[in-house]
């Protein structure tokens, strides 16, 4: 049962040009999500985060947007670069509840094309 | 402090033999996790401590899976009598639990192959 699920398995983007990156979920209960970044061989680096109050939050080149109605959200890098070519995971927890471990999406794989 | 640290980075064994995995998290941090990730797949959730005590475990830790976190300072991951399904990268997290919550910061992951 895949709580959090990441339905592109990779995606292809122009340097410059915008990449949109999406995550639905079924479980209501959580309310806190997060987007991780992995390069080969190295450990998942937080990238961004947002809480289910909010609909939007950006950071620098990075925005996430959340739709608590179609439990969907999705990680906006604007303009994007070769260096964000990486594994981007999705997760999400239930941080009212004592803040519980990450559930993981599968991961999309990104590259930024020069 | 230089982050998590996860030791050995890789590990081949052999079926049937055990393994120990070590995790030093972020000296500050009271809350440890471990994670298995699989070729194609994210971080599975495999078990996690508050301080010392262990709260909670995924139906993915057999019994052939033990961990521990004495003192709650570095933890270890043991998996006896290893199979072949074993073979993954293991990851270890920590954070700040409570009012101050952080965000989990990962380390590199010990990446194990049975043979």
């Known amino acids: 049962d895949q709580q959090v699920k990441q339905n592109s398995p990779s995606l292809s983007v122009q340097e410059g040009r915008i990449s949109i990156l999406n995550c639905d979920y079924t479980n209501s209960m959580f309310d806190y999500f997060l987007w991780y970044k992995k390069y080969p061989a190295e450990g998942p680096t937080f990238l961004i985060s947002?809480?289910?109050?909010?609909d939007k939050n950006e950071d620098g080149r990075f925005t996430v947007f959340l739709n608590k109605s179609a439990k969907h959200l999705s990680l906006h890098i604007v303009p994007s670069q070769p260096g964000d070519s990486a594994v981007y995971f999705c997760?999400?927890?239930?941080?009212?509840?004592?803040?519980?471990?990450?559930?993981f999406g599968k991961g999309t794989r990104l590259s930024v094309i020069a | 402090d230089t982050g998590v640290s996860q030791d050995p980075r890789h590990k081949i064994t052999k079926r049937g033999q055990n393994v120990t995995f070590r995790c030093d998290p972020i000296?500050?941090?009271?809350?440890l996790y471990w994670y298995r990730q699989t070729l194609g797949q994210g971080p599975e959730f495999l078990t996690y401590?508050?301080?010392?005590?262990?709260?909670?475990k995924s139906r993915l830790l057999s019994d052939r899976f033990s961990a521990e976190r004495p003192k709650g300072s570095f933890s270890t991951l043991e998996i006896q009598r290893t199979e072949q399904g074993d073979s993954a990268m293991y990851l270890c997290?920590?954070?700040?639990?409570?009012?101050?919550?952080?965000?989990?910061?990962f380390g590199q992951g010990t990446r194990l192959t049975v043979v």
């Open positions: 401590f508050q301080n010392e005590a262990q709260l909670e």
């Open positions: 997760a999400a927890s239930r941080r009212n509840s004592g803040n519980t471990p990450l559930v």
């Open positions: 000296s500050e941090h009271n809350r």
């Open positions: 997290a920590s954070s700040l639990g409570g009012p101050s919550f952080t965000e989990a910061f």
């Open positions: 947002i809480s289910s109050i909010k």
